[in-house]
T-cell receptor
Framework: GAGVSQTPSNKVTEKGKYVELRCDPISGHTALYWYRQSLGQGPEFLIYFQGTGAADDSGLPNDRFFAVRPEGSVSTLKIQRTERGDSAVYLC????????????FGPGTRLTVT | GNSVTQMEGPVTLSEEAFLTINCTYTATGYPSLFWYVQYPGEGLQLLLKATKADDKGSNKGFEATYRKETTSFHLEKGSVQVSDSAVYFCALLSSNDYKLSFGAGTTVTVRA
């Protein structure tokens, strides 16, 4: 079956602009996660959704970052007033439920802020 | 808090050489441990996992044993191939948690 998909695969934007990154999880997966991977680093947790609600957004770096999952499936990560330090690969993962050990990752969106 | 420390790369090997990537962790309780792999141009894939002490995870010729006494989960493969060239990440998941904690990754290049 289809895996986790993310769009766009690459996004180049100017400093100060607004961007949206989309994640389509595996069908039926109730848990969805966003991670950020900076160059030369491992992924770092941003936010976790169980169903439609953000159960834990403690990893979001500041209030310029926001994510939604209105129907419990597709999620959008939104970044306002982008800064050069936001440049990274943004990864989405999903799992069948909260206590599942395996998270299935998408290919990521590479965001470059110029 | 949770943390994972893995061997720094890059690592360059010849085909059929033995590969080991060290990983140690700090966590409360009894975490589950994972190795993820990222092939060039692809997303993170789970390579293997172990959920309790002394478990051995294995897949595609790779193995790692969960050692609670040394808080380690070293990855090994006896004979690498060019197709094993990738970035390898060690990760942990605390019990009753959902946030994976990753190491910084180790880039492995296998030459023919």
């Amino acid at each position: 079956g289809a895996g986790v998909s993310q769009t766009p695969s690459n996004k180049v934007t100017e400093k100060g602009k607004y961007v949206e990154l989309r994640c389509d999880p595996i069908s039926g997966h109730t848990a969805l996660y966003w991670y950020r991977q900076s160059l030369g680093q491992g992924p770092e947790f941003l936010i976790y959704f169980q169903g439609t609600g953000a159960a834990d957004d403690s990893g979001l770096p500041n209030d310029r970052f926001f994510a939604v999952r209105p129907e419990g499936s597709v999620s959008t990560l939104k970044i306002q007033r982008t800064e050069r330090g936001d440049s990274a690969v943004y990864l989405c993962a999903s799992s069948p439920d909260r206590i599942s050990y395996e998270q299935y990752f998408g290919p990521g969106t590479r965001l470059t802020v110029t | 808090g949770n943390s994972v420390t893995q061997m720094e790369g890059p690592v360059t090997l010849s085909e059929e050489a033995f590969l080991t990537i060290n990983c140690t962790y700090t966590a409360t309780g009894y975490p589950s441990l994972f190795w993820y792999v990222q092939y060039p141009g692809e997303g993170l894939q789970l390579l293997l996992k172990a959920t309790k002490a002394d478990d051995k995870g294995s897949n595609k010729g790779f193995e790692a044993t969960y050692r609670k006494e040394t808080t380690s989960f070293h990855l090994e493969k006896g004979s690498v191939q060019v197709s094993d060239s990738a970035v390898y990440f060690c990760a942990l998941l605390s019990s009753n948690d959902y946030k994976l904690s990753f190491g910084a990754g180790t880039t492995v290049t296998v030459r023919a």
